[in-house]
């Protein structure tokens, strides 16, 4: 199965602390994904990095990406109690998208 | 744009019965997915189409299950008889073209089916 895991299932902060999540995967990808999914709510698109890069930036999003470890992670910097949710990354090594479990982060006010 | 578009957003229904979702995808978007969301398996993909077509069915569990695309707006997942174990959230996903490498996905808000 290309599905990998994301590290830890859960993870919960204080507002103001900064959130890293991981993400694992088993073959070689064109690019890795992160969603965001609100409870009860759809999926929402993150950040892309592509295979060739190692790192990119959005805002107080932090992904990193190491593809001889087959590795990827998720900074949020300065949590906000409003970046509660789960956290997906998304491998693609074609047209198709595999998702993980998912990481809950909780933040507390 | 309205965005993906999913209905019912939440149906109950008895074993044995037929259930059909729907999906209108955002326009000019050439790729549709259906996932699958449960707690114990997670987002699984069960079928994609390009261009109306069906490209990769494997992730369809079972006979029970189909799924069509008559024309670029409109895709249903059918499931035929429902079966309490189908109980999930359904998700309908679309994207722009781009070739083999896949960008962002647009999710719908999903269909939660519960078969009792």
């Known amino acids: 199965s290309q599905q990998g895991e994301e590290d830890p299932q859960a993870l919960s902060i204080q507002e103001g602390e900064n959130a890293t999540m991981n993400c694992s995967y088993k073959?070689?990808?064109?690019?890795l994904q992160w969603y965001r999914q609100n409870s009860g709510r759809g999926l929402v698109h993150l950040i892309l990095?592509?295979?060739?890069?190692r790192e990119k930036h959005s805002g107080r999003l932090r992904v990193t990406l190491d593809t001889s470890k087959k590795s990827s992670s998720l900074l949020i910097t300065a949590s906000r109690a409003a970046d509660t949710a789960s956290y997906f990354c998304?491998?693609?090594?074609?047209?198709?998208?595999?998702f993980g479990k998912g990481t809950k982060l909780t933040v507390n006010p | 744009d309205a965005g993906v578009i999913q209905s019912p957003r939440h149906e109950v229904t008895e074993m044995g019965q037929e259930v059909t979702l729907r999906c209108k995808p955002i326009?000019?978007?050439?790729?549709l997915f259906w996932y699958r969301q449960t707690m114990m398996r997670g987002l699984e993909l069960l079928i994609y189409?390009?261009?109306?077509?069906?490209?990769?069915d494997s992730g369809m569990p079972e006979d029970r299950f189909s799924a069509k695309m008559p024309n670029a707006s409109f895709s249903t997942l059918k499931i035929q008889p429902s079966e309490p174990r189908d109980s999930a959230v359904y998700f309908c996903?679309?994207?722009?073209?781009?070739?083999?490498?896949?960008?962002?996905?647009?999710f719908g808000e999903g269909s939660r089916l519960t078969v009792l």
């Open positions: 996903a679309s994207r722009m073209g781009g070739g083999r490498h896949t960008g962002e996905l647009f």
């Open positions: 073959t070689s990808i064109n690019n």
């Open positions: 990095i592509r295979s060739n890069e």
């Open positions: 998304a491998r693609s090594g074609s047209e198709k998208l595999v």
């Open positions: 326009s000019g978007h050439d790729y």
């Open positions: 189409f390009n261009n109306n077509v069906p490209i990769d």
